[in-house]
């Protein structure tokens, strides 16, 4: 109970201080909106203010629990003080309209007022008797869900994405202190979600992070909502909201610790802000709508294109190029400290992403462009298909937006309204980046203007909006989305109060339901604080203080993992000597150099590089100097003497790619041998640097090439570089290919099993 109690704390905190921060910049603006988006569009502000607050605490390294609640308590503080100034403004002017009372012009204009307000007021009253069967109906619908939706929240934090990385990183800045490099792809993605969640985290842990995702969902709703009522028509907008609200990928994103729904919510209050200022016309109104645009790319990179959007939106409106630049500098306030982040730490302003461009040692450009292609297609064979997928299958994009969504071409009623237009403007140039990542909720941002458009299309037909809202309600309930998509990620239809409450003690609910959390068990249990682990089996870091290391998400890691295949894969294994003769002569440097780039996408790689005189080997000295292109920081790796590593382009081999070494002296050299392996058909040619003609000059003509057999103690030197790298654990999953040649021999690889569960087994390397 006491950590229910903590994470509804952390939460509320968090929320309250998003609402307090965003009202108090909107009050000092003098911002005129309406009752009913003020509360969401003040919250959404606000979090781009905390968001920005926090980033500042973890760059001066004070991330201490007492310093995130000192910030909430104070902004929320600040706002129960302005709320008292502003009560007492208005008891103010009411005494000043009393004394005024006696001047009779003024009782005549106060009883035509009153009059007319109670005319108003009966005609509302009549109108609302006439239809409260819709009213009672979205209560219903609204609290049903919602009783369903905060009680997943509350109920420990499993899922996939938000236990490993999305809040993994937020708990290993809090041990830090504050920001860290972290190796890692995921880790250098823009966080400006993740900032929000960290002072939740600090107070009430993983689940507070998930309830602050959820206050984000809720104020998604009453932005939809509230802008129905801007246009005039409630009830499109109460449809619209419910639309989003109840779609099953959004119910289960928007209460894990995941961030598209709050990226969604940030993306709708852009299009709201620069509505309003439309409609005013107060560049004042441009502040919110700029500090929104640059929250949209501190949340994620994609979501960036709303402020295309919003500039070009502000041009064609006011024809004039100024507002823009007011509106960009409030932009890059929120996206510059995310720019220079990346650039300090991966000297990369958009890492992971344009490696090819911004070259560094942290990202394999042929890493991020396979997962990059991944992402693109997920298991989808046929693209035409994904309508299919995202609506009633959602097996392979994770996920369903609901039946109801089928209808989108329906969405072209809604052009013969000014609204209508601008809703499918601003959704269409969002779904410009779906096709990066066709996963079903990489559609949460467009939802929301996708549904108003479809709540607007048929008219003032208020009914058969009705339908679709109560069809909608039907499917999206997570009972029956198991009938028409059973592998489809979703909400269980149970309301989880006994594990929200830790009834049902949270580690054994998280045992029962993730693989992650009992991997995460397993290396907490196991590997002594301090140390690193290989991780091949998908830890929940979250609920890890030891650093797991992913496969893929970067260069360290992705040599890490090429060094443990080359212990047991032949494929990969220095079977293939190539050698390079030439005549004898004074050599100050060797180039190998690619001369063709292959048809396939293939990588060139070498795992050692030698230099005979007479047949004996060419002792290595240090004033060698080595180069290679691409890849220049993992040439070492070429040549130290070790069967299991390699150097490695990383890159799609292309011509003009090369190794050099310059020898600081000349050398008398008269062959080359260079062993590599049956991973790849590029050899290269040798070129030598004739000092007399200042160039390079070919010197080994057609190679030799012959097989040969690796050192048989290629799996222990394999061990050993991991070792000498820093990592002495291994997570081997038993699905991966080589994980049957490590139990077979684990004495052989140098390794020690140390315990198994959850389909991994963990190995300790031996000291050697």
């Known amino acids: ?201 600090a107070i009430g842990k993983h689940s507070a992070a998930a309830l602050t995702h959820f206050a984000f969902l809720i104020a998604l709703a009453l932005a939809v909502f509230a802008y129905g009522q801007r246009l005039g028509k409630s009830w499109a907008g109460a449809a619209a909201a419910f639309l989003v609200y109840a ?90 400290p995310w720019i220079l982040r990346n650039w300090v730490f991966y000297q990369n302003p958009v890492a992971p992403f344009a490696g090819e461009i911004f070259r560094n040692s942290h990202f394999h450009a042929i890493t991020i462009q396979q997962w990059a292609r991944d992402l693109r297609r997920y298991e989808v064979a046929n693209l035409w298909t994904l309508p299919l997928e995202v609506t009633i299958r959602g097996v392979k994009t994770n996920g369903v937006i609901g039946p109801v969504f089928l209808l989108i071409p329906v969405l ?78 979703r909400l269980s239809s149970r309301v989880l109060y006994r594990e929200a409450l830790r009834i049902i003690p949270q580690d054994r609910y998280l045992r029962e339901v993730s693989g992650g959390y009992r991997l995460a068990r397993l290396v907490e249990d196991h590997v002594p604080k301090g140390e690193r682990v290989l991780d091949l089996a998908g830890v929940a870091n979250a609920y890890s203080s030891r650093e797991a290391l992913a496969s893929y998400t970067s260069a360290f890691n992705d040599d890490l993992v090429d060094i443990l295949n080359n212990g047991w894969l032949n494929y990969y294994q220095p079977r293939v000597l190539v050698q390079f003769r030439f005549p004898e002569r004074m050599v100050g440097r060797i180039r190998i150099e690619q001369i063709r780039a292959p048809d396939t996408v293939e990588q060139w790689s070498v795992h050692e590089v030698r230099f005979f005189h007479h047949g004996k080997e060419l002792t290595r000295r240090p004033e060698w100097s080595l180069s290679a292109w691409p890849n220049p920081w993992g040439v070492q790796l070429a040549f130290d003497n070790s069967p299991a590593t390699r150097w490695r382009t990383w890159e799609r081999a292309a011509a003009g790619d090369y190794i050099q070494v310059d020898f600081g002296r000349p050398q008398m050299a008269d062959e080359v041998r260079i062993e590599t392996s049956y991973d790849h058909s590029l050899q290269g040619e040798v070129k030598l640097w004739d000092h007399a003609s200042g160039r390079w000059i070919e010197g080994g003509g057609e190679p030799r090439i012959s097989e040969v057999k690796p050192d048989v103690n290629i799996r222990r030197y394999a061990t050993r570089e991991i070792a000498l790298r820093g990592v002495r654990y291994l997570l081997i999953p038993d699905d991966f290919q080589g994980a049957f040649d490590l139990r077979g021999d684990p004495e052989g690889w140098g390794l020690e099993f140390v315990a198994q569960g959850s389909g991994a087994r963990l190995y300790h390397i031996l000291p050697q």
């Open 247 to 336: 779609s099953p990928v959004v119910g289960i994103d928007g209460t894990s610790a995941y961030i598209d729904v709050a990226v969604a919510a940030v993306v709708f209050a852009v299009f709201y802000w620069l509505e309003i200022w439309d409609e005013l016309r107060d560049d004042r109104l441009l502040i919110p709508a700029g500090l929104m645009a640059g929250y949209a790319y501190a949340a994620k990179y994609t979501a960036f294109v709303m402020f295309f959007y919003a500039a070009g939106f502000v041009i064609w409106r006011s024809r004039s190029l100024r507002p823009v630049f007011k509106l960009s500098i409030y932009a890059i306030l929120m996206a510059a």
């Open 412 to 489: 072209l009623l809604s052009l013969r309204f000014r609204a209508g237009r601008r809703l499918l403007a601003a959704g269409l140039i969002l779904f410009t980046t779906y096709l990066a990542n066709v996963g079903t909720r990489f559609l949460i941002p467009e939802l929301p203007f996708f549904a108003l458009a479809l709540a607007l299309a048929p008219g003032d037909s208020p009914g058969l909006v009705g339908c679709l809202v109560i069809f909608h309600a039907i499917t999206s309930w997570p009972g029956a989305v198991g009938h028409y998509a059973p592998g489809a990620w």
């Open 1 to 201: 109970m006491i950590q229910a109690l903590a994470a509804v704390l952390g939460a509320a905190l968090t929320a309250g201080s998003c609402y307090t921060a965003g009202a108090l910049l909107i009050d000092r603006l003098a911002l005129k909106l309406n009752h009913a988006e003020r509360t969401p569009l003040a919250f959404l502000l606000g979090a781009a203010i905390l968001h920005l607050a926090v980033f500042a605490i973890l760059v001066l390294q004070l991330a201490y629990w007492p310093v995130f609640v000192a910030l909430l308590v104070g902004l929320c503080g600040a706002g129960f003080g302005l709320r008292r100034t502003l009560v007492g403004v208005a008891d103010g002017r009411a005494e000043a309209r009393r004394r005024l009372s006696t001047d009779s012009a003024y009782n005549a204009e106060r009883r035509r007022w009153v009059i007319n307000s109670l005319r108003r007021a009966v005609s509302d009253a009549a109108r609302c008797a006439l239809k409260p069967a819709p009213q009672i109906l979205c209560v219903i619908l609204f609290g049903a869900f919602t009783v369903l939706y905060f009680f997943h929240a509350l109920a420990p934090e499993s899922s996939p994405d938000g236990s490993s990385y999305h809040l993994g990183f937020v708990a290993q800045y809090l041990r830090a202190r504050g920001f860290v490099a972290v190796e890692d792809m995921y880790a250098a993605l823009s966080g400006g979600v993740e900032m929000v969640f960290t002072p939740a985290f």
